[in-house]
């Protein structure tokens, strides 16, 4: 549907062939990140959804995972929160109009989902939050309201009605932004668009921070958010002072070796305060590495939702080559955050909060890698290696099965099936591939983790060798 006709400049492209954005990604950041929304159709040319409905209303009702379900009462314009994780018999007892459920988080939880963020990498990727997905049934919304951060709103199935006030980025008037007083959601007291579009699947909205805008389903339908991570001053300061405070040198203190005669010895006067800002200044992080070290650390870990947890027992690296070198991978957890800064002396690598001096080339490996195989881990520096080793102990990388990651079908094809971590044991050694040929027998859920019995057929029948995650 085109959009409404308005006194509005048109902020509506069409995707083209090699450019999903209908220009080039240099154009977008230059007129329209944080400058302007864009509605771009067909942004993801013939889209299928990787995850269903019953998909997502699953997840939401898996412990630990983030999800809310929205009810509005259009009668009396009252709105109902709830909070997951919920009971399977909450879904079929819904009317079929008017309510919304969200789970954040689902490209921590998906593979094929988190495979969509390829697509946006003309952005920092360390700028990225997360993928929310939300289905609506026919009229649902959450009601018109604000982000603080940028997000590309992308329909995946059905149709939903997007209204967006455009009139701060196109007429330089600031939208009122004042809330609701009698609801929970932080709803606009205010709202007046000066957009209105309806998103087919493929179709994708980006809006800038402070857009007030509006959404509700024409049918039911899912649309995937990409949410931009975005401190405030409040959180960057917090973190910061506690940085500062953790490394204060205690020697750098208040000094006033000029004092002169005081006037008033009760006036804290103008060159005490003047006093007071040189000692602040002496503690602050004059040294860019001490202040990109802080920024790494903090942009790893916030707005962190899950914990990597430590392995009681990680394979010895001198096992971990041998399983690369058999055909396993080293996999990244899901929930592992990383980027990496240009230091003094080679580079930083940024782990969910840890930091670890590397060569450049490394960082960069380790920072981009979603999985590392034989020939990558052998194209790491010794050092590259070690911190590898640190990360897989602490459950970081784990050692998977790349067949049960992917598993085939009859007719080779790729099914999407997240694959089950296995972890070598003591007994793994270096192999002759020519000798043996390797065939997974059993795959055994536990309680406590998962078993996988491969066996290795030769002349004299190995014993099989068990991993478990």
Same mark, same amino acid.
């Given at each position: ?70 009810? %509005? ?23 079929? %109009? ?82 609701? +007083? ?18 087919? +699947? ?108 430590? %392995? ?21 957890? +899901? ?7 240009? *230091? ?24 981009? *890698? ?15 290696? *070690? ?83």
């Amino acid at each position: 549907m085109a959009a409404r006709k308005s006194s509005a400049p048109l902020i509506e492209v069409t995707a083209r062939p090699g450019q999903p954005l209908g220009m080039s990604p240099a154009v977008f950041l230059r007129d329209f990140w944080q400058k302007r929304p864009l509605l771009i159709r067909n942004a993801f040319a013939d889209f299928q959804s990787p995850v269903q409905p019953e998909d997502l209303a699953g997840l939401a009702c898996e412990e630990g995972v983030l999800a809310r379900l929205i009810e %509005h009462d259009k009668r009396q314009d009252g709105w109902r929160v709830r909070t997951g994780p919920f009971q399977e018999d909450v879904f079929p007892a819904l009317p079929d %109009h008017d309510w919304t459920l969200l789970v954040q988080d689902v490209d921590k939880w998906d593979p094929d989902v988190r495979a969509l963020i390829e697509h946006f990498r003309f952005l920092p990727r360390w700028r990225m939050d997360d993928v929310m997905i939300s289905f609506a049934a026919t009229g649902g919304s959450v009601g018109a309201h604000v982000d603080q951060y940028d997000v590309f709103l992308l329909q995946a199935q059905g149709h939903r009605r997007w209204q967006i006030d455009a009139s701060e980025s196109i007429k330089g008037r600031r939208p009122p932004l004042g809330f609701r +007083p009698d609801v929970e959601l932080k709803l606009l007291e205010v709202f007046k668009p000066t957009h209105d579009w309806v998103l087919a +699947p493929g179709d994708m909205l980006y809006l800038p921070p402070n857009v007030p805008h509006h959404g509700v389903a024409e049918d039911p339908c899912l649309t995937f958010s990409f949410g931009m991570r975005a401190p405030s001053s409040a959180e960057l300061i917090s973190d910061y002072l506690d940085t500062l405070i953790a490394d204060a040198d205690e020697n750098i203190r208040y000094q006033d070796p000029d004092l002169k005669l005081p006037a008033d010895p009760n006036e804290i006067d103008t060159v005490a305060m003047a006093r007071v800002i040189t000692a602040l200044n002496a503690i602050r992080m004059n040294d860019p590495d001490k202040l990109g070290d802080w920024f790494g650390r903090f942009i790893t870990t916030y707005r962190a939702a899950g914990e990597v947890m430590a %392995h009681q027992a990680a394979p010895e690296q001198e096992e971990v080559v041998a399983a690369l070198q058999s055909g396993l991978l080293l996999q990244r957890h +899901p929930w592992a955050r990383l980027a990496w800064r240009r *230091a003094k002396r080679g580079a930083s690598l940024y782990v969910s909060g840890q930091d670890f001096a590397l060569p450049v080339k490394d960082a960069q490996r380790l920072a981009g *890698a979603e999985q590392l195989d034989a020939a990558a881990y052998r194209g790491l520096s010794d050092k590259g290696r *070690a911190v590898v080793q640190q990360l897989l102990v602490g459950g970081v990388f784990q050692l998977i099965d790349p067949s049960e990651l992917y598993g085939a079908d009859d007719e080779g094809e790729d099914e999407d099936v997240l694959g089950e971590v296995v972890e070598g044991r003591d007994q793994v050694e270096v192999i002759d591939d020519d000798a043996v040929s390797d065939d997974v027998h059993v795959v055994t859920v536990h309680d406590d983790g998962i078993e996988v019995i491969v066996n290795f057929e030769d002349d004299e029948e190995d014993d099989s060798d068990a991993g478990r995650a």
